[in-house]
């Protein structure tokens, strides 16, 4: 089973959020369109139309290498599959179009305000009043439109007119002018003084935008696994009292070893299903290491006598989180079930159930019997949530998965009319390619 350690690249966005997980290459590219967007923000305030050619061509050069040879490498998926990338593709066409046309046209001599600021009615002021309260947005322009201006204004000043500006425009005033706020021409800011400063200031403002995303993600780096201490089975008839009861502990759960580590890896892709289905698996077990899983080995005798449907396989899985008080509570418990259903075929297994209901079996032999897929040989167990199967491995291992269960009813012989019977429980492991040392 699967300690919860690290941020599962193989699920989907809905997984990823609910274990609050921000997978690594989302964060990657987020971070890198912040910055194709901030690097076009400054070549239109600089007006520099030649660096924004040799910008164009580098995304269409990077955009189409990308998607084309290194995504489809990396994600085993063709780009004619992909189509979310279809439509990432679809709209970086759209802003390379635009962005040819304002090449060729060049940049506009006089930048003022922004694209709300153009005409004066009620919806461009409502869709201003918008853009002004999303937070940090405002004045993230503000700020680049201070460093990469060439201006004698303080980023003091500098802001001052913006809020004066957009006092104005929201009075519906025509506009304002050079003359109605007059400012002595001086020397320019030195750029020590805009890079430092307003550049500590931006990237500050950054890091406070990102770094939920950023805790998120990087936590997995300082995350301390959390390996189950206990791990209690019980196998039920119907509504008769559980027939099988074992618990695990200490030397019972014991961690991966290398070994079976590279075995299972090299397991998954042996099984002939397909790149996509191969892939899938090992996304799951590559965010893992053998420290991280824990192979459960379970006595095979009941410790219960037993007292006397579809047959019921219960597990309870206790885990204490690491870096708690020794005043809290330190005990995690979660628990599921595994159903078999017994049908009309399984004569062997009706034929012993009955005698033993019927105390009609030879208490002087061993009456047993075996239930196919029973036992789940995999899980994967997250964080206050109930332990739940790992899909690709079902499909990698669809005969490996779940174990067999050899069930056996022994009486005791070595005291006279003994009444006291108990269960035990074998698995037969010499059939599986999986099968951890």
């Known amino acids: ?86 439509f990432w593709y679809l709209f970086k066409c759209i802003y390379f179009g635009y962005s040819s046309i304002q090449i060729r046209l060049g940049y506009p001599q006089r930048i003022a305000g922004n694209f709300f600021m153009k005409r ?10 918008i853009y002004s309260i999303i937070p940090f947005l405002l004045e993230l322009r503000r700020i680049m439109d201070w460093i990469f201006t060439n201006t004698a204004l303080g980023l003091t000043s500098w802001f001052q007119l913006e809020d ?23 020397v ?59 618990t695990a502990q200490d030397t019972d759960i014991v961690s991966f070893k290398s070994a079976d580590y590279n075995n299972l890896r090299s397991s998954i892709y042996s099984s002939n299903l397909g790149p996509r289905v191969e892939d899938t698996a090992y996304a799951f077990l590559r965010d893992f290491n053998p ?37 809290e509570p330190i005990t995690t418990v979660v628990t599921s079930e595994n159903i078999v259903e017994i049908t009309l075929d399984d004569q062997q297994i009706r034929t012993a159930l009955i005698e033993i209901l019927n105390e009609t079996f030879d208490s002087r032999t061993t009456t047993q019997f075996t239930i196919n897929k029973l036992l789940p040989r995999f899980l994967h167990v997250k964080p206050k949530a109930k332990p739940r199967h790992i899909d690709p491995f079902k499909t990698i291992f669809p005969y490996e998965y779940f174990g067999n269960i050899t069930m056996s009813l022994n009486r005791a012989t070595s005291v006279a009319n003994s009444t006291d019977v108990w269960w035990s429980v074998f698995e037969n492991r010499t059939e599986f390619q999986v099968s951890p040392s």
């Open 1 to 86: 089973m699967f300690a919860d350690a690290e941020e599962r690249s193989g699920e989907n966005v809905v997984q990823a959020i609910q274990e609050n997980k921000v997978p690594v290459a989302f964060l990657v590219m987020l971070l890198v369109q912040f910055i194709l967007i901030i690097i076009d923000r400054a070549l239109y305030l600089r007006r520099n139309v030649c660096g924004k050619l040799f910008f164009q061509l580098f995304q269409v050069i990077a955009v189409h290498v990308w998607l084309f040879f290194v995504l489809p490498e990396i994600t085993r998926t063709k780009f004619s599959d992909n189509i979310i990338a279809q």
């Open 120 to 129: 004066f009615n009620y919806i461009n002021q409502m869709l201003y009043r």
């Open 164 to 186: 004066i500006y957009a006092d104005v425009y929201l009075n519906k005033c025509a506009r304002w002018t050079e003359k109605k706020y007059p400012t002595k021409r001086g």
């Open 188 to 246: 320019p800011r030195s750029k020590l003084l805009k890079y430092g400063i307003a550049g500590l200031l931006f990237a500050l403002l950054i890091l406070i935008i990102l770094f939920p995303l950023l805790f998120f993600s990087l936590s997995s780096s300082f995350y301390q696994s959390n390996p189950p201490t206990e791990v209690y089975v019980e196998i039920k008839l119907g509504g008769y009292l559980p027939i099988f009861k074992m």
């Open 291 to 327: 420290d991280d899983i824990r192979c459960v080995n379970l006595f095979s005798r009941s410790v219960d006598l037993w007292e006397t449907i579809p047959v019921r396989f219960s597990y309870t899985i206790t885990r204490n989180p690491p870096n708690r008080h020794d005043s």
